[in-house]
């Protein structure tokens, strides 16, 4: 099973500021990985696939990178509607479909 | 406007059984697979189970592989969730999920609302 590792686990930040975050994977995924935002009580939101791609109506801010094993996910400038948890999800090696463990963004 | 809408989520006893649906619409549902992904109270997303879109093959999470059955009424645009033998473990907000279409990869682009599924005695 691929273990993803995402990293912070936290992240602290002002609205208009750069957010990093990492997902790291215990073997090569290639670039089937894709990243998800969750807000609270909400279904998750796919914003990036195959590493790099934004979905549909995905606003610019947000861009993935990365292949092999570690991965980046950057929103260029935070906007109010951006604090929420982020998800990583490999395809790679299946079954299992697995998850990271998520950051969440928080208004500082 | 692509729909999911999950339902049967109920309080069942360790042991019990219980039968999840999602009613697809707004899309050629059989043209897609499908997945179950669940999130337990203030935790992560995790996997459960797949299914094509014929419904010919089946995938599953260890977890639950020989206790849950997925599979998907193309006649009726609905995907069910057959869950035996529950678990306390197994209580979680169930969303259903389809892949998205435009990568080679199994990723999820349009997702239900979820519903909780609490196995306590």
């Known amino acids: 099973e691929i273990v993803l590792t995402q990293s912070p686990a936290t992240l602290s930040l002002s609205p208009g500021e750069r957010a990093t975050l990492s997902c790291r994977a215990s073997?090569?995924?290639?670039?089937?990985l894709a990243w998800y935002q969750q807000k609270p009580g909400q279904a998750p939101r796919l914003l990036i696939y195959?590493?790099?791609n934004r979905a549909t109506g995905i606003p610019a801010r947000f861009s993935g990178s990365g292949s092999g094993t570690d991965f980046t996910l950057t929103i260029s400038s935070l906007e109010p509607e951006d604090f929420a948890v982020y998800y990583c999800?490999?395809?790679?090696?299946?079954?299992?479909?697995?998850f990271g463990g998520g950051t969440k963004v928080e208004i500082k | 406007e692509v729909q999911l809408l999950e339902s049967g989520g109920d309080l069942v006893q360790p042991g019990g059984s219980l039968r999840l649906s999602c009613s697809a619409s707004?899309?050629?549902?059989?043209?897609?697979?499908m997945s179950w992904v669940r999130q337990a109270p203030g935790k992560g997303l995790e996997w459960v189970t797949a299914?094509?879109?014929?419904?010919?093959?089946?995938y599953y999470a260890d977890s639950v592989k020989g206790r849950f059955t997925i599979s998907r009424d193309n006649s009726k645009n609905t995907l069910y969730l057959q869950m035996n033998s529950l678990r306390v473990e197994d209580t979680a907000v169930y969303y259903c999920?389809?892949?998205?279409?435009?990568?080679?990869?199994?990723?999820?682009?349009?997702w239900g609302q979820g519903t909780l599924v609490t196995v306590s005695s």
């Open positions: 195959d590493a790099s």
């Open positions: 073997q090569s995924v290639s670039s089937y």
């Open positions: 299914i094509s879109g014929s419904g010919d093959y089946t």
């Open positions: 707004g899309f050629i549902f059989s043209s897609y697979a």
């Open positions: 999800q490999q395809s790679r090696n299946w079954p299992p479909l697995t």
């Open positions: 999920a389809s892949r998205f279409r435009y990568s080679s990869g199994w990723f999820f682009d349009y």
